[in-house]
């Protein structure tokens, strides 16, 4: 074991920076699309559900893995798996995973700089819905524009990361956190009294179950599936690297259960926010990745004061971004330091120069590469990273997880329950055992390849 790994300086660092990496643009920016385009409340229920039924455990699962092995995904099962196994080379799965999500969320990130600077500046006063709706769309079209955004995002954040855990990472994650909190609470509260918005509320609060049919039950799950372990972060080590940085003093079934409240708490009010907004001003809840970007600016026009809280909107959504992006950057550079000897700097100047390449077929999916079209009609290059990530990369990853954790031919569940176990506060139910170790697995498969098989072959 490695006994130079830097540690968090407090407990509250690592919760609230486990906190960061999960609460990011999952729960402002796609919680609310997602859940407008399938239909409102019904799909926030089922969402909870499998938050609490499959990634509760989960996170459990990825947090002892990273605590027990003191090394992130790249060499966790190295360390762990019983000899001759071969349970490593889910590493490869793994860290491609973490690269591809950077591949779009520095680019989504960007757009909430630019939003920032936008509403700062005055740049959306006295404008109607239509010419709103327009900004997005010729910022789109830019790609100039967006590479420069998606390129500060990823110099601050790897600048961040370079200068540490304790100083870097810890320090600035946690205060933007706190901040952003805040935050939430007092703009939620402004939209939901907002004139006109009772629809929206009652859109996005009393499930409708007739609208599942619509949309198809089978799809409707599959991307509650991949939300529910996106907006945790589970799936792919992102979170598991935070339990390498904590030591035995707490169970780790009680901090999952912090992290899972207040990121749940977050995305429900980021809906809060939005879905009264949108049936106040009329846009449509199904717009998809445009939807807080045409939405938002609407409803600070209409507030007193709207300029400030708006640039106060767009700051925090970037600082949600940035705790996500810092937290996955300081993963993506532990495979390195993990994998070879070299230092810190190397690793971080090379991933800094991969991940802006990496980053570019996003932003081009917009304005030069419109042609490619993946995941059908009206796709993007975003669309489909995103697909590979939530929808497949998180619940197979997810599943490695559980099994390795629960059977006797991974690390086996007796080290997994000393692991989960040690330290004080709530712990991992042995009762449930066989519903983790069978039960779990299964409904994550089944409602995996059902959910391919209602999109591509139906
Ligand atoms: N949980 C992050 C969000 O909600 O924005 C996204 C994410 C980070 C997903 C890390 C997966 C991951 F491994």
Wanted: with cysteine; net charge positive.
């Amino acid at each position: 074991m490695n006994q130079q790994r830097e540690k968090f300086s407090s407990r509250l660092g690592f919760i609230l920076i486990s906190a960061g990496c999960a609460i990011g643009l999952g729960n402002v920016w796609k919680f609310p699309y997602i859940t407008g385009q399938f239909g409102g409340a019904a799909f926030v229920l089922i969402y909870i559900l499998f938050l609490i039924l499959l990634g509760l455990p989960i996170l459990v699962a990825e947090l002892s893995v990273g605590r027990a092995s003191q090394k992130s995904v790249a060499m966790s099962m190295d360390v762990l798996q019983p000899k001759g196994t071969k349970w490593h080379y889910f590493k490869y799965f793994a860290m491609a995973g973490n690269y591809i999500l950077m591949m779009f969320y520095t680019t989504v990130a960007g757009w909430m700089i630019y939003y920032f600077f936008k509403m700062a500046s005055g740049g959306f006063v006295g404008l109607d819905k239509d010419a709103i709706s327009s900004i997005f769309g010729s910022m789109l079209s830019n790609p100039v524009l967006m590479t420069g955004y998606m390129i500060i995002v990823v110099l601050v954040s790897f600048g961040i990361c370079s200068r540490g855990l304790q100083k870097g990472v810890e320090k600035i994650t946690k205060v933007m956190m706190v901040l952003l909190l805040l935050l939430m609470v007092v703009l939620a509260t402004r939209s939901i009294f907002l004139e006109g918005g009772e629809e929206g509320l009652r859109f996005y609060l009393t499930p409708n179950f007739s609208a599942l049919k619509e949309f198809g039950v089978l799809e409707v799950l599959f991307a509650a599936l991949g939300q529910a372990f996106f907006t945790l972060s589970i799936g792919m080590g992102a979170i598991a690297i935070f339990g390498s940085y904590i030591d035995r003093s707490r169970s780790l079934t009680g901090e999952a259960v912090y992290i899972t409240i207040l990121d749940t708490m977050v995305a429900l009010m980021a809906g809060l926010i939005i879905f009264p907004a949108c049936f106040a001003y009329g846009i449509n809840p199904d717009a998809g990745p445009s939807l807080i970007f045409i939405t938002l600016p609407n409803v600070f026009n209409a507030m007193p004061g709207g300029r400030l809280w708006g640039s106060l909107f767009f700051l925090f959504m970037c600082f949600a971004a940035f705790s996500t992006v810092i937290a996955v950057f300081e993963n993506i550079i532990s495979f390195g330091t993990d994998l070879t000897n070299a230092s810190r700097k190397k690793v971080i100047a090379f991933n800094l120069v991969a991940i802006i390449l990496l980053s570019i077929p996003c932003v081009l999916g917009f304005n030069v590469l419109s042609g490619v079209q993946l995941l059908g009609e009206g796709s993007t290059i975003l669309d489909f990273e995103d697909f590979i990530v939530s929808n497949n990369i998180l619940p197979l990853g997810s599943v490695v997880y559980v099994l390795f954790c629960t059977w006797k031919m991974g690390w086996g569940w007796d080290n997994f329950m000393a692991e989960a176990n040690s330290g004080v506060g709530l712990k991992f139910p042995k009762a449930i055992r066989f519903y983790v170790q069978w039960i779990l697995p299964v409904i994550v498969l089944f409602v995996f390849v059902m959910g391919y098989k209602s999109l591509f072959f139906s």
